[in-house]
C-alpha cells in the first residue's frame, strides 16, 4: 500500500487553454491581482469581479482535460494505495478526467458562496452581485474562491494526509505561493519521496529529491505509467 499526495498548479491545466498567472494577454494579464483577486477588490468593485470570474467560469466550462489529468485519474483507479490530489486550480478539470479524490484548497469556479451566512451552492454560469442566497436570502453572493489574505480550505485534512505520504508529487506550480510552497518541506520531514514535474525548474525545485522537466501531458503520464509497474 502506498499513499501519493500530489500538489496541482495551473501549470497541469495550461495545456487545456487555461492561462496561469503570469501568462501575457491572458485573463489575469488584463487586471491587477489587488482588484480582483482579494476582498478589498471584491468590496470596492463588484461587478468587475464578478464580471472577472464569469468569463473564467465560462472558459473553464468549455476545457476539456488534457493528457496529465487523466494519468492522474488512471493512477487513483489502478493504484495499491491511496491517492489525494491537492489542488490549487480552481477548474474542475481533475474531475472531468475522472478523479474523485480531490481537495480544492482555492475553491472552485463552478461554487458561489454567501458572504452573510456562509452558505455554499453551484454557482450559475453568470453571477450578479443581486443574486439571493437560496438558503438566507441575502444579496451577498460571490465566487466560493480564496482570494489573497483568505485562509485556504482544508488545511487540516492537508496536513493529516502529507503526515502519512510516502510520496509527494507537486506538478506545475510556481513554489511561490504558500502555504503550498511549504508542503514539500512538511512532506520530507515525515519521510516521503518527493518530486517536483514541472514544465521549468520551480522557485523551490531545490528542496525535492527528483524532479522532471517539461510539458506536463508528457511527463506526468511517464511518471504514472512508471509507478503503476512498479
Avoid at 454567501?114 to 450578479?128: L, S
Wanted: charged content about 20%; proline content about 5%; some cysteine.
Amino acid at each position: 500500500m502506498t499513499n501519493i499526495v500530489i500538489l496541482t498548479g495551473a501549470g497541469i491545466s495550461a495545456e487545456s487553454g487555461l492561462g496561469t498567472f503570469r501568462d501575457e494577454g491572458g485573463l489575469w494579464a488584463q487586471h491587477r491581482i489587488e482588484d480582483v483577486a482579494t476582498p478589498e477588490g471584491f468590496a470596492r468593485n463588484p461587478d468587475l469581479v464578478l464580471a472577472f470570474y464569469n468569463a473564467r467560469r465560462a472558459q473553464a466550462a468549455e476545457a476539456s482535460p488534457n493528457a496529465a489529468h487523466y494519468a492522474l485519474a488512471e493512477l487513483e483507479e489502478k493504484l495499491d494505495g491511496n491517492l489525494l490530489i491537492v489542488t490549487q486550480n480552481v477548474d474542475s478539470l481533475h474531475e472531468k478526467a475522472g478523479s474523485k479524490a480531490v481537495l480544492h484548497m482555492h475553491g472552485r469556479l463552478n461554487g458561489a458562496l454567501c458572504g452573510a451566512c456562509d452558505h455554499r451552492w453551484d454557482a450559475p454560469i453568470t453571477m450578479d452581485k443581486s443574486d439571493a442566497c437560496p438558503s438566507c436570502g441575502a444579496p451577498t453572493t460571490r465566487p466560493d474562491i480564496v482570494w489573497f489574505g483568505e485562509i485556504p480550505y482544508h488545511m487540516d485534512q492537508i496536513a493529516d494526509a502529507l503526515s502519512q505520504a510516502d510520496v509527494f508529487v507537486s506538478i506545475g506550480t510556481s513554489g511561490e505561493v504558500y502555504p503550498a510552497a511549504n508542503f514539500v518541506a512538511e512532506a520530507d520531514h515525515f519521510g516521503a519521496h518527493t518530486i517536483e514535474l514541472n514544465l521549468e525548474p520551480s522557485a523551490g525545485a531545490s528542496r525535492f529529491a527528483e524532479c522532471r522537466f517539461g510539458p506536463a501531458s508528457e511527463i506526468v503520464p511517464a511518471w504514472v505509467a512508471e509507478e503503476l509497474a512498479q
